[in-house]
Structure formats: structure tokens, C-alpha cells
């Protein structure tokens, strides 16, 4: 088990950089995710802290050692696969003795601590298969069984289950959850899902081109992201977006839009003083309504309503601008239709316009 | 009726291109092989004969009288050694290609432009080169001069070399990076890692390129033909030197073809189940 540190880390890679000078902190025992759009750095990041790739500036610690120098092999750092990269030639027990055999561990110990794994995994039964008979999720849990069988410092996940079908998805995120609760390591999840980092993570590192963009619990980087890539790229349905003037009010803020004003709650206020006239509103579909009395209600048009069983999504024209809104099954409003749409202002998000073109970068 | 009519039909000129090629392919061998057991009379008759009294003469002639044996040592020693040298140069130029994409392509393309002038056109340099160096002496130390194996032994790398990189760059290419990321962290070094993963997984390209690559060298005629004589004279050459100034010898020219082309077919056999796998290993992928 290790604490690690990183920083001003860079990774170029020839003329393109890959990570631009990030800091961060990870504390012995925790599991954070790196989460990202592809091409974020976070992968970069992930195989510089297991000395796959050499660092190009700055230096990263474990347990407040430099480890810029210190080889791969020798950092003690386990890692699973996307791909699971089991090796094909050799048997499952010879997969997961891997480790241990260029550790040099005698027989016997191997052998115990291979069934020993393999039990805890179940995989007893698989043990004399080669991997090209395994289903994704046995091969997954092969890659970890291979990974925590000589007892990492640190345990790295990249994009472990994005291979994995739905349901092995649940079981298999739930399983390395527990992992975790119950070895307590050192885990960093590499992933591009939202839900997996939020419903994993102790702390979610979010990152966009190459930098931090906000390291925090998860329901901090949902319900205060520190900008609008944040704010766009975590949760689902996606969060609405739309331009807004910003006003000063007798005693307060408010911002202006579609002809309406709504007055912004107070821990808005020093944002929308630093922001000036444009700004960029954001608010989560959970927290916009059909025909609830809020301090603001708009009429909209209704677009197209998806019905997911346990909730309906809503798509209302509000003016020009488009809302996703999500109701209880109960609520079906058909195309067409105008319906009063209530937006729960202490949910509302403001970040400056400037940030517009970060948003944009999310959807493409 | 209609219909079956003309499966048959189908059928019968499946069956019959089928014939034809094997044809085209088979009758040429067995015609040597057949010649190699004919007496001197029946050789060269028109009609041919195909029923006579089979002799050993032929051969009885080619090793004893040609010393043919010799011409099969030498060839032996000089493509078995240049393979060698082949695969191992060639497999680490590759792994390098494939992994760090030295020189970006373009050093590749190079190695394999070198392929592209006919090897007549270097043939004279060559032979003067090599008749210099010869008679220096790292030259003779090294048995690189004229009529000498190394010279052959250094021309069949330099020739194979190109092809084999290329073949191989492609099979390194199908080993996913993260195995050996993987064999990394769990604790083999960059050389260990490429004994113990990478080699395993591309065993069966390697097996593939060697086999071209003796095959090559094995059947090579002209720089044998420029640069040897008489102590370093390839299979090739030796047939050559059947046609001798009171006539080609058939029957002997039958039989020592049918010597130098046995060992070939029969490690060709042998390394057949790994050559489907290593041809069928890219193209699967891709």
C-alpha cells in the first residue's frame, strides 16, 4: 500500500503534450478515478504512474519517494487491462503464477497462492484452460486475480469493464468495489464512464486536455463542478446548458433569459459579480419540472418524450432553447403540447460564456 | 434435372481446374523425378517413355563422379547461416519498427526500396568488393573473399534481409502492446519481455520468415553462379555444371535436381502446420 503524489507532471509525446503540468494527491487506501473524454491524458497519466512511460517534466512520489527512476518492475504496481492482456500461450494458473514466478517464489508458496487467488476470484475450475476459452468477464477477472496476487503497492484499473456486457458490467463493478472495501489498496480507475467513477471513486479526478479539470468527492463534481466541462461531462441524461444575461438586483444577482429573470441564490452571487453580463446557466433534468410551482415557471413546447419505464425524459423548446427534463412515468405530455416547466433554482449552475467552447468539445 | 445437370456441371469444372493446376505443378517434379531413374537411352527420346527399367545410375553419377554431396553441404552451411542471421537481425529491426516506429516509416520503406533494383544491377560491385576484401586479412580470417561462403553468406542477408524485416514488422505489429505493458509491471525486464512474450506469440511469423528466407537462400542461383568457383558452389551452381562441353547430362541433371530439391520439400513438410498458422496470423487479424 502506497500514498502517491504527482507533480507538475508532463507528458509530451514528440511535439504533442499529452499532460500539461498537473498536481494531485492520492492518500494510501483510496480509490480514485481518473475520468475523461478519450484523449484527455488520463491513460498517460495512469502508465506514468506505473513507469510504462517515462516522465517528460515534474515527478511523482510514493509514500514521499521519488519514483521518476524507478523501473516499472520494480515499483510494485498491478494493473488490469481493457484488453485483459492475458498472456495466450501459457494456462490460466500459469497467468496469474506469472507475477510470482519472475519474482522468483518458490513452488510451493506459488501454488498456495495461486489457488488461494483463483478461490477468492472463482476460477478454481478454469485454472488448466488457456485464456482464448474465457468469456470477457472470466477473462477480466483472470487479468485481476494476476494483478493482486503478489500484493500490489498500488493497483491500476484501466478502462477495466468497457468490454463487458451490461449485467457482467454491474457484477463486475460491484466486485471490484468490494475488492477494495475489503484489501483496502491504493486503486486508480482509468475510465470515460461517468457513472462508473461516481459510483466507485472515493474522489473523482476529472480531466480534459491534458489537465485537472476538478478533484473532488463524487457528489461534489455532481451537484458543484468547477466549470462547464465538468458540469457537461458528468451525469446523465446531460446536463441543459443555455445563455443568460447576468444583472445586478436590489440585494443580490439575477440572471435574464427568454425575456425572464430569475434571482440567483446566494452561494451564486460571487460567481455571477465575477462573471459580468454573459454568462452560461446550467441545471440538471432531475432538477427541472413539469407543472410545479417554482419561484420561476416557463412555458414549453413540447419536443419528444422518451419513455424509460421508471422515468419518462422530457425534450421542451423553452424559446430556442431545448430542455431535457426527467419525469415520473406518470407524466406523458405528447409532441406539441405546452406545459409549464419549473426550473428549482438551488440547483442552478453559472459559469462565464468563455466556457462555451468547452462544452462544445464534450459532444464532439 | 436441370438442376442437377448443372451442379454436376460445376462440379466437374471445379474438379477439372483442380486437375489442371496440380498439373501445371506436379508434372514438371515428377518428370524429374522420373527422368532422375531413366538409363541414359531413354532419356531423351520422342515419344518419352514411361515404362522402362529403373536404374540408380544417374544418381550413382551425380555423387560419385559430380561429388554432388559437396554442392548440398555448402548450401546447407551458407543458407542455414545467413537464415540465422536473418532472423535475428531481422526480428529485433522489426520489434523496433513495430513498437517505436524508428524513423517514422520512412527507414522502412527504405529498407524495403532496396528491394526494388534487380540484383544483377549490384552484381559487378560485389564481385569487386569482394574480391578486394578477400585478400585482406579480416577478409580471408572471415572467408569472405571469392569462391569463399561468407561472401555468399553476406549477399543473402543483405538480399533477405529487407523481406524478412517486412514480413515480420507485421506480425510484431498483431502483439498487443498491454501484454507486454502487463510482463513489465509484473517484473521482467525490456530484453525478458521480448524472450518471454513477444518470441513465444511470434514464433509463428518468424517460423514463416525463416522458412522463405532458406528457402531463398537454398534456391539462389545468380550470385552463386558470379561469386563462387569451386569451393563455395551452391546446389545451383552444381546442377549448372552438368551441362559440360560434350553434351547436358539429363539423367545426372534429374538426379542431383532430385537431391537438392529433398531437403527442402521435406523441411518444408515438417514446417507446414506452423506456415498456415503463421500466413493465416495477419490476415485473421486484419
Not at chain 1, 493482486?148 to 484499473?157: D, E, K, M, S
Not at chain 1, 412555458?299 to 419513455?307: H, L
Request: with cysteine.
Amino acid at each position: 500500500m502506497a500514498s502517491i503524489k504527482a507533480e507538475r507532471l508532463v507528458k509530451r509525446y514528440g511535439a504533442v503534450q499529452a499532460v500539461h503540468g498537473i498536481d494531485f494527491e492520492i492518500a494510501d487506501g483510496e480509490f480514485v478515478a481518473i475520468l475523461g473524454p478519450s484523449g484527455c491524458g488520463k491513460s498517460s497519466t495512469m502508465r506514468m504512474i506505473a513507469g510504462l512511460e517515462k516522465i517528460s517534466e515534474g515527478s511523482i512520489y510514493f509514500d514521499g519517494k521519488r519514483v521518476n527512476d524507478v523501473r516499472a518492475r520494480d515499483r510494485n504496481v498491478a494493473m488490469s487491462f481493457e484488453s485483459y492482456a492475458l498472456y495466450p500461450t501459457i494456462s490460466i494458473y500459469e497467468n496469474i503464477a506469472f507475477p510470482l514466478r519472475s519474482a522468483n517464489v518458490d513452488n510451493r508458496e506459488i501454488d498456495r497462492q495461486v489457488r488461494d487467488i483463483a478461490e477468492k476470484m472463482e476460477l478454481t475450475s478454469l485454472l488448466d484452460l488457456k485464456p482464448k476459452g474465457l468469456s470477457s468477464g472470466q477473462a477480466q477477472r483472470v487479468g485481476l486475480a494476476r494483478a493482486l496476487v503478489r500484493n500490489p503497492a498500488v493497483f491500476l484499473l484501466d478502462e477495466p469493464i468497457s468490454h463487458l456486457d451490461t449485467r457482467q458490467r454491474y457484477r463486475m463493478r460491484r466486485f471490484i468495489k468490494s475488492l477494495h472495501q475489503k484489501f483496502n489498496y491504493t486503486m486508480i480507475y482509468v475510465t470515460h464512464d461517468q457513472e462508473e467513477a461516481l459510483a466507485l471513486a472515493d474522489r473523482v479526478m476529472v480531466m480534459s486536455d491534458g489537465e485537472i479539470q476538478q478533484m473532488a468527492v463524487p457528489d461534489e463534481v455532481y451537484a458543484r463542478p468547477k466549470n462547464a466541462f465538468v458540469a457537461g461531462f458528468v451525469g446523465e441524461p446531460p446536463i441543459n446548458f443555455f445563455d443568460c444575461g447576468v444583472v445586478a438586483e436590489p440585494g443580490g444577482w439575477a440572471i435574464e433569459f427568454q425575456g425572464r429573470r430569475l434571482v440567483l441564490p446566494e452561494r451564486l452571487h460571487a460567481t455571477a459579480q465575477q462573471i459580468g453580463a454573459g454568462g452560461l446557466a446550467a441545471i440538471r433534468p432531475h432538477f427541472l419540472s413539469i407543472g410545479e410551482e417554482s419561484p420561476l415557471r416557463l412555458d414549453g413546447k413540447v419536443f419528444i418524450t422518451e419513455e424509460l419505464q421508471d422515468q419518462n425524459l422530457v425534450m421542451v423548446d423553452v424559446g430556442d432553447i431545448r430542455f431535457t427534463l426527467v419525469a415520473h412515468p406518470s407524466v406523458m405530455p405528447k409532441r406539441g403540447e405546452i406545459v409549464p416547466v419549473s426550473i428549482d433554482p438551488a440547483h442552478l449552475l453559472l459559469f462565464p460564456r468563455s466556457q462555451a467552447d468547452k462544452v462544445g468539445s464534450i459532444a464532439a | 434435372m436441370l438442376q442437377r445437370d448443372s451442379s454436376f456441371a460445376r462440379e466437374a469444372l471445379r474438379y477439372g481446374l483442380i486437375v489442371l493446376v496440380l498439373g501445371f505443378i506436379v508434372f514438371p517434379i515428377a518428370w524429374m523425378i522420373i527422368t532422375s531413374f531413366k538409363p541414359p537411352e531413354d532419356v531423351m527420346v520422342s515419344p518419352p517413355r514411361f515404362l522402362f527399367t529403373p536404374t540408380l545410375e544417374n544418381y550413382v553419377h551425380a555423387i560419385y563422379d559430380k561429388n554432388f554431396l559437396f554442392y548440398i553441404k555448402n548450401t546447407l552451411f551458407i543458407s542455414v547461416t545467413s537464415t540465422v542471421i536473418v532472423i535475428i537481425a531481422g526480428s529485433l529491426a522489426a520489434y523496433s519498427f513495430a513498437r517505436y516506429n524508428v524513423g517514422d516509416g520512412h527507414l522502412l520503406f527504405f529498407i524495403l526500396s532496396t528491394k526494388m533494383f534487380p540484383a544483377i544491377a549490384v552484381i559487378l560491385p560485389y564481385f569487386l568488393i569482394f574480391r578486394d576484401v578477400g585478400k585482406t586479412g579480416v577478409g580471408r580470417f572471415l572467408g569472405i573473399g571469392l569462391d569463399q561462403p561468407g561472401a555468399l553468406i553476406i549477399s543473402y542477408t543483405v538480399f533477405n534481409l529487407p523481406f524478412a524485416i517486412w514480413l515480420l514488422v507485421s506480425f510484431f505489429q498483431d502483439i498487443p502492446r498491454e501484454l507486454e505493458h502487463s510482463a513489465r509491471l509484473d517484473g521482467l525486464s525490456r530484453l525478458q519481455v521480448l524472450a518471454k512474450v513477444v518470441c513465444p506469440l511470434a514464433a509463428p511469423g518468424i517460423a514463416v520468415t525463416g522458412v522463405f528466407t532458406l528457402i531463398f537462400s537454398w534456391n539462389e542461383f545468380l550470385f552463386a553462379y558470379i561469386l563462387t568457383r569451386k569451393v563455395a558452389s551452391t546446389v545451383t551452381v552444381g546442377v549448372e555444371s552438368f551441362f559440360t562441353l560434350q553434351g547436358i547430362l539429363w539423367g545426372p541433371v534429374a538426379a542431383a535436381a532430385t537431391i537438392s530439391v529433398l531437403p527442402m520439400l521435406v523441411f518444408v513438410l515438417a514446417m507446414q502446420r506452423y506456415m498456415v498458422r503463421g500466413l493465416t496470423f495477419g490476415a485473421v487479424r486484419g
